[in-house]
């Protein structure tokens, strides 16, 4: 039984930072597309940032050159810094794994877009992130 445990949620002000982990409970974390996704109350689902298997990743434009996401294979974990948040940043965070396609790139990666979601199917609980 897979589990994604995300942390590292929080108030921020604007201008600040908050690192989001994601514990993963499971042995094949390497072989994983692993992605960070948000969601507003009453809105879509918006994929963020990914990081597939070795290491490549992919953002939507509203967060490049802010958010950092990365993974230590070793730890079983996946890490979301986050710079210079804004207002719009609030949101919950879900930590998300696509463990149906081994190795497969991110969909960032193999030119589709950055924050495509549909090929997660394994996702945490959530974090919430609130910028004011």
């Known amino acids: 039984h897979v589990q994604l445990v995300e942390s590292g949620g929080g108030s921020v002000q604007a201008g600040g930072s908050l690192r989001l982990s994601c514990a993963a409970r499971?042995?094949?974390?390497?072989?994983?597309?692993m992605g960070w996704i948000r969601q507003v109350s009453g809105q879509e689902r918006e994929g963020v940032a990914s990081i597939d298997a070795d290491g490549e990743t992919s953002y939507v434009d509203s967060v490049k050159g802010r958010f950092t996401v990365s993974r230590d294979n070793g730890k079983n974990s996946v890490y979301l810094q986050m710079d210079s948040l804004k207002l719009e940043d609030t949101a919950m965070y879900y930590c998300?794994?696509?463990?149906?396609?081994?190795?497969?790139?991110?969909?960032?990666?193999?030119?589709?877009?950055?924050?495509?979601?549909?090929?997660?199917?394994?996702w945490g609980q959530g974090t919430q992130v609130t910028v004011s």
């Open positions: 499971t042995g094949t974390f390497r072989s994983a597309c």
């Open positions: 998300a794994a696509d463990w149906s396609h081994p190795f497969l790139p991110c969909p960032g990666n193999r030119g589709h877009h950055a924050g495509t979601t549909a090929e997660y199917n394994y």
